[in-house]
């Protein structure tokens, strides 16, 4: 096996030289293959020294545009907290915008098409999101505007449907946190579902009988006590505008 050289580039002399054999304190410039997949995926520009300007023209057709970009939103909070609202609006806004498929995957009923064998143990809550972070990602991937919104009380089940999205499906996602708080959700709960879980009902209900993780690295947090349903996907809009995603 022949070794490879490693090589940097010398903006003085405009050449490139083994990196070991450049003296001490010479200005050098790099790209790393991470900050190159991140140019290619955001349609920054590559310095013309880093290539070839046709071996860079083939990179960037292996990379949509940006309003081409497949995308997920993971909308996580309580029952009750708005969540399922906020998602259906967004896909409105987003359908009228037009320009990809747009999916969406609401909590119950995802998991009744996914996950009917699991219960409501932590280690059967993580295997779901596991699977609609599976989904998202292959949505994602063909190029399409995912709107996911499962309760997602674990920080680990967040982080792991995070990486499915970036790992495969071209690293745009965003993470909205719907902080309404319990007691809200509670004194809007029409079908009782609180109350069963506080009088031994249901077994492991989130924010009762289990943990609700609140997450500390949301793109995004609002409160359907505070914020409007327009003002919250105005936000999200307003987010993906930023990252000329829409």
Not at 181 to 198: I, M, N, Q, S, T
Not at 213 to 242: Q, W
Request: aromatic residues 6%; contains cysteine.
């Amino acid at each position: 096996m022949v070794p490879f050289q490693a090589m940097t580039y010398l903006p003085g002399s405009d050449e490139y030289q083994p990196v070991d054999e450049v003296p001490k304190g010479t200005p050098t410039a790099d790209i790393s293959g991470t900050e190159l997949r991140k140019r290619l995926r955001t349609g920054a520009p590559i310095p013309d020294w880093f290539s070839y300007t046709g071996v860079v023209k083939v990179l960037r057709e292996s990379y949509p545009p940006r309003p081409k970009q497949g995308f997920t939103v993971l909308l996580t909070g309580l029952h009750n907290s708005g969540k399922d609202t906020i998602a259906r609006a967004l896909q409105v806004t987003l359908q009228q915008h037009g320009t990809r498929s747009v999916s969406l995957l609401l909590g119950e009923e995802v998991r009744h098409e996914l996950s009917p064998d699991l219960g409501s143990s932590p280690e059967d809550k993580h295997l779901n999101m596991q699977r609609i972070g599976f989904v998202a990602s292959e949505l994602t991937k063909a190029g399409a505007a995912v709107i996911a919104a499962p309760t997602a009380p674990y920080a680990r089940s967040r982080k792991a449907f995070r990486d499915a999205v970036v790992g495969s499906g071209g690293g745009n996602f965003f993470l909205v946190h719907v902080a309404t708080p319990l007691e809200w959700c509670e004194k809007v709960d029409r079908r009782g579902l609180y109350k069963r879980a506080r009088d031994g009902e249901i077994k492991g209900f989130t924010g009762i009988g289990d943990v609700y993780e609140a997450p500390e690295d949301a793109d995004l947090t609002c409160d359907l006590r505070t914020d409007s349903v327009p003002e919250i996907v105005h936000s999200v809009i307003m987010m993906l505008e930023s990252q000329n995603l829409v």
